[in-house]
């Protein structure tokens, strides 16, 4: 099993920045895909951006290319996501995601309880 704890969502005004966390714990997470997926009210859950737990390659979104990096360090077992330039449009609940796939949601397994991130004036 693999727990994830997201962190790190809030309010913000456009053109705002935010970090989101995902703290990852148990059985051998470090060989699994992590990723951030988001979900707006009335919308299917959609990826954002991925990392290899060991090679640190990345895959991003078209919607957040540019603006949105993900990366994680080893020594603290966590994934972050650094959100800049926030458009009222990256509104959604963001999830942490572990699995073996890049961009399907079906390709992860394990999943965070999602946090808010609002983009408003």
């Known amino acids: 099993q693999v727990q994830l704890v997201e962190s790190g969502g809030g309010l913000v005004q456009p053109g705002g920045s935010l970090r989101l966390s995902c703290a990852a714990s148990?059985?051998?997470?470090?060989?699994?895909?992590m990723a951030w997926f988001r979900q707006a009210p009335g919308k299917e859950r959609e990826f954002v951006a991925s990392?290899?737990?060991?090679?640190?390659?990345?895959a991003y979104a078209d919607s957040v290319k540019g603006r949105f990096t993900i990366s994680r360090d080893k020594t603290k077992n966590t994934v972050y996501l650094q959100m800049n330039t926030l458009k009222p449009e990256d509104t959604a609940v963001y999830f942490c995601?572990?699995?073996?796939?890049?961009?399907?949601?079906?390709?992860?397994?394990?999943w965070g309880q999602g946090t808010q991130v609002t983009v408003s004036s």
């Open positions: 995601a572990a699995g073996s796939g890049r961009t399907a949601v079906v390709q992860y397994d394990y």
């Open positions: 148990g059985r051998a997470f470090s060989s699994y895909t």
């Open positions: 990392i290899t737990w060991n090679g640190g390659s990345t």
